[in-house]
């Protein structure tokens, strides 16, 4: 018993660091392309497009990459995955124009998918203590962003915006060693024999929406206007070294938070955490719409890595089959969110400021936030789980 735990968590630092080495040119894209668009070759409304096609393919794909994760099993996957998320990384830096960028993007959404479900399947195996595994693995998943968005936005500035990608490839092809590591899970994944693909959007639900907003708000419009704020204030090579290290800072925030997060779910239940980080992200939206920039950004970011744990642990808990099929419609409906933000924040942008946007976004959460304390799964949900 002892060696099957231990070899459970080996798969859990193992898949966890694939993913974040394999993050490594997803997340300095975000900081680099909106301030040197014409550099890829692609106008602003494109890097909206641009930064949501991978969520966009996700969105569509989740249930195949769960179908596909039976049958090749979660090793492989991880494997092959690993390797397109090395490929897409080496043509940001080798490719410009929106086709070739968004063939680039569509294999990092693929990848992506295929990582962020081992993780998860790593992660949720040991039921008694899904939220702690959870926030550990996001905590490992979140080194490789903060190097990118630190080491990789100094180094951008060094070699060029689009040279840079080519060195984080290198630097990439480090996880394909961990991802030949990992082994089998303690049990086989199992997935329901229904059309699982075609079912992950249909009827959503209070946390569907709340997911849903996260990914609107958190990981869309927050991400991407950011950078774009400082640019009132600065010039664009400041710009981005000042975006990259605010998204540093929310990497390093979620190392501590996501598995804080986990520890107090697992030890007193995730109902409480779950209010307390629902009402942090609608005060940082509704502070930063009001102009207070710096402590409605710390807000998100702390709710924003309380959240990537509780999510997902909260669903898990109310899995009555395939836990992966209900972490992956928590992921889609996520990525739903973070797909529309950027291609609505690319436009909106053109007629209205970020802060008005931002306090649009608490709004919203506040009226997800009710119906989820009134809905039947939020009841279902017992706070001692």
Known sequence: MLASQKSSWKNLWLSSSVLSMSLLGDALLYVVLPVNAYLFGVSMVWVGVLLAVNRIIRTF????????????????????????????????????GPTALIISRVIWGLSYAGLLLVTLAYAVEDSSKTATRVGLSRAVEQVGPLLALTAGTWLASKVGAKDVFLYLAGISLLCIPFALALKSPLRKIKTPRTKTKYNLLFSPNSFDLSI?????????LFTITISLMWLDFVNPGTAIMLGGFFLAGRRLVEMVSAPLAGIISDSFGVKVPLIFALILVILGFLLVGMGSLIIGSILIILARGALGTLFPAAVSLLATRSKLELLARNQAWRDVGAALGPLATGFLLVVTSPMLLHTVLSGLFIISFIWLLLSPSWKHLQNGS
Do not use: P
């Open 61 to 96: 794909t989740y249930g195949w990459i769960v179908q596909l994760a039976e049958t090749i099993g979660l090793r492989n996957l991880c494997l092959v995955s690993a390797v397109m998320a090395i490929i897409s990384t080496a043509g940001y830096g080798l490719l410009s």
């Open 212 to 220: 849903f907003l996260m990914g609107l708000g958190i990981d869309g």
